[in-house]
């Protein structure tokens, strides 16, 4: 099983950058296919962006497309997301998510994925 932890995140004014970051322990990260999610106050869990266990297909909302790149290092165990050109729409708590598979693909939806980290909040002001 395997065990995530978030951190990069923090206030930021709109423009700005964070590079968010996801550690795994337990288990190799390359077993697993990883995703990034957020939850505003209110309003559901939704999908941000996704990668692949070999990193070498990704996926990303439509609303972060363009600004946000996601990433791993899986001799470090570790996935990333650069966020650039941060909005104050972009605020939210941000969670990353890991799924076990054999396959190569990736994973969109929330309950396509077994594991989650605790979340890390990222705030963007105007």
């Known amino acids: 099983q395997v065990q995530l932890v978030e951190s990069g995140g923090g206030l930021v004014q709109a423009g700005g950058s964070l590079r968010l970051s996801c550690a795994a322990s337990?288990?190799?990260?390359?077993?697993?296919?990883m995703g990034w999610f957020r939850q505003a106050p209110g309003k559901e869990r939704e999908f941000v962006a996704a990668?692949?266990?070999?990193?070498?297909?990704?996926s990303y909302s439509d609303s972060v497309k363009g600004r946000f790149t996601i990433s791993r290092d899986n001799a470090k165990n570790t996935m990333y997301l650069q966020m650039n050109s941060l909005k104050p729409e972009d605020t939210a708590a941000y969670y990353c998510?890991?799924?076990?598979?054999?396959?190569?693909?990736?994973?969109?939806?929330?309950?396509?994925?077994?594991?989650w980290g605790q979340g890390t909040q990222v705030t963007v002001s105007s």
């Open positions: 337990g288990r190799t990260l390359s077993r697993y296919t």
């Open positions: 998510a890991a799924q076990e598979t054999t396959g190569w693909g990736i994973y969109v939806r929330k309950d396509e994925y077994d594991y």
């Open positions: 990668i692949s266990r070999s990193g070498g297909i990704t």
